[in-house]
């Protein structure tokens, strides 16, 4: 059976985790992975254009479900800014920008992602804790440690 999108998201955390000490690497990485955002100068033009759905799917709790198969890219391409940029550069964006309302599904997205990054950032959310904590509060009816 596959993975919904949202235990694909945690657990390409779990491989960047891994494989990448640098937090910033990291994030930028798993905007790349999830969300098709370029590693290099020209991100912006991906994040500009919203990314792209390289993971599909659902599984995402209802609070932040917006009823598309794009939560994951939503989440990984709003850290994938928020590492260059910032988090509050990257909300007042998304709300402005993207007008994702902050009341709404996306618009509680958006504010876990830059919650996230300053988590990942600050060393309060050690990077091998990552995926877990994308599972306990992002994924629906999914358990909140790593399956081994």
Do not use: K
């Not at 059976?1 to 990485?29: G, K, N, V, W």
């Not at 709790?61 to 928020?82: K, L, N, P, Y």
């Not at 007042?92 to 876990?112: C, K, M, N, Q």
Request: charged share 30%; net charge positive; hydrophobic share 40%.
């Amino acid at each position: 059976m596959t993975a919904d999108a949202c235990e694909q998201l945690a657990a390409a955390c779990d491989r960047l985790a891994a494989r990448t000490p640098s937090p910033s690497r990291f994030l930028r990485d798993l905007g790349h992975e999830v969300a098709g955002v370029r590693r290099g100068p020209f991100w912006f033009l991906d994040a500009g254009s919203g990314g792209s759905n390289r993971v599909r799917g659902r599984g995402f709790r209802r609070h932040v479900d917006d009823g598309t198969e794009g939560q994951a890219r939503h989440f990984a391409g709003i850290v994938s800014v928020a590492a260059r940029v910032g988090p509050r550069a990257t909300r007042w964006l998304s709300i402005h920008v993207g007008r994702d309302a902050p009341d709404s599904a996306d618009g509680r997205l958006t504010d876990l992602a830059v919650d996230f990054v300053r988590s990942v950032r600050s060393g309060e959310l050690p990077l091998g804790d990552a995926g877990d904590w994308v599972r306990s509060r992002l994924c629906a009816g999914a358990p909140s440690v790593r399956r081994r």
